[in-house]
């Protein structure tokens, strides 16, 4: 019984079958033994090219790199495809954590900018209560008091651009300040959406390798396939890259492939051509190459030194690529991959901001709401049973003194009997008040 054993499928194959057809030869196929395509390793060659070298092969059909240490010891067609050297990165979506509304700003930063508003806020509040002409119960004797905690309202409510009416300062060092500190609020607004933004718009893990001097390369996992081209280019390129890549090195770009998808493997260096095509065809489309190729690449038919259909080879790969045949494979193997048509699949578009992605500020917002409540009991405390107590005081007590309203929100209509211009003001200001109701 005779078996039709096939292994491999591509552009390389499609010529190999055109071209035994016009030439008239029969071939075999074989896959070399140890999967590699060929470097030197002890002054020893593997792979494809040591193949070649030794005899044991005449030709090799492959994604097989003309360089120039192969050149030395074999022979190579015209180039029929042209490719180069990329990244391979797996775009996942990442989880936002609770606290991805502070990560703008570093910790020292929030500190440094909450103190700044807390140091401004008591700045205010002495200037307001020492002006003759500010909102305290000296100087102009008015009605209301610019406390610290009427300070500490207008710095925060300046700070997030809050809608909130709040009591306006009269002095004119005040309003100096509070007009500096209304542009230091506006730069840190513009800061905080700028840095905001670029945050959410890095949920997909997105990184750009411009050479294989960069730096961050290092950092990653990276890997590649074990006597590839792209591993030689590293080799010659980045003495100390090739050290690192040495590490997670794999025999096959598929294997390689398995490992990135897997999260084994933060980057996979191979030929452009071949990580395009893993790419068009993922399954989940979460495949990209980083930025363009970084080294300019081409396939050819690597024959033996001498082999007599060199020549023949080399003509008709021209021919092929003059009759637009070679263009043709390239259409069909890459013209219509699910991940290159845009008709074909939405698994690239951003994903919307779900509840998790901001839950941080939610649960601010309950604590905000937890504290409040907290804050009303120990109001109805001090109301009920310090308040009664603190009344019953001397006038001469601290507690009785207008310098503590300093420290609160307290009005003076309560204690106006203490301080006869206020109280009269206050009773023309009620005598107008009926005249205008009748």
């Not at 390689?256 to 095509?277: C, F, H, P, S, W």
């Not at 038919?301 to 020549?311: C, D, S």
Request: charged share 15%.
């Amino acid at each position: 019984m005779l078996y039709n054993i096939t292994c491999c499928a591509g552009i390389s194959i499609a010529l190999l079958l055109a071209l035994s057809r016009d030439l008239g030869f029969e071939f075999d196929l074989y896959l070399v033994a140890d999967g590699f395509f060929g470097t030197v390793r002890a002054k020893e060659w593997n792979g494809i090219t040591a193949d070649l070298v030794s005899g044991a092969a005449h030709m090799t059909f492959a994604a097989f790199s003309m360089t120039s240490a192969r050149q030395q010891v074999i022979d190579f067609s015209v180039p029929y495809f042209h490719s180069g050297v990329s990244c391979l990165t797996s775009s996942q979506y990442r989880v936002v954590p609770l606290s991805a509304f502070l990560v703008p700003f570093s910790i020292q930063l929030w500190v440094a900018i909450f103190c700044g508003l807390t140091a401004t806020a008591v700045a205010a509040a002495i200037y307001e209560w020492l002006s003759p002409f500010g909102l305290n119960p000296w100087g102009r004797q008015r009605t209301k008091n610019f406390s610290l905690a009427s300070a500490l309202w207008v710095m925060w409510s300046l700070l997030f651009s809050h809608l909130v009416a709040f009591k306006a300062p009269k002095s004119w060092p005040n309003k100096v300040l509070i007009n500096i500190w209304g542009c230091f609020s506006v730069i840190f607004l513009a800061s905080y959406t700028a840095n905001i933004a670029a945050l959410f718009a890095g949920l997909f893990f997105h990184l750009r390798v411009d050479d294989f001097h960069d730096a961050q390369l290092l950092n990653l996992r990276t890997g590649t396939a074990r006597g590839s081209a792209a591993e030689f280019y590293v080799h010659k390129e980045n003495p100390e890259l090739y050290q690192h890549i040495q590490r997670y090195g794999v025999d096959t770009l598929e294997m390689g492939l398995q490992e990135l998808r897997n999260k084994e493997l933060d980057m996979l260096i191979g030929d452009t051509a071949v990580l395009n095509y893993f790419r068009g065809n993922d399954p989940g489309c979460s495949l990209h190459l980083l930025a363009d190729s970084i080294f300019d690449d081409a396939y050819a038919v690597g024959v033996q030194k001498g082999f007599p259909l060199t020549e023949a080879i080399s003509e008709m790969l021209l021919k092929y690529s003059e009759y637009g045949y070679v263009d043709q494979l390239q259409k069909k193997w890459y013209g219509r991959v699910p991940c290159f048509d845009d008709r074909l699949h939405r698994f690239n578009q951003p994903e919307p901001l779900s509840v998790e992605a901001v839950a941080g500020v939610f649960i601010m917002l309950l604590v905000g709401v937890g504290v409040g409540v907290l804050i009303l009991i120990l109001e109805h405390v001090i109301f009920k049973y310090a308040l009664p107590i603190l009344r019953k005081k001397p006038k001469e007590c601290i507690w009785r003194s207008p310098n503590l309203m300093f420290f609160s929100q307290v009005n003076l209509i309560r204690d106006s009997a203490m301080n006869p211009i206020v109280k009269s003001t206050l009773t023309v200001n009620l005598i107008q008040k009926l005249k205008f109701n009748k």
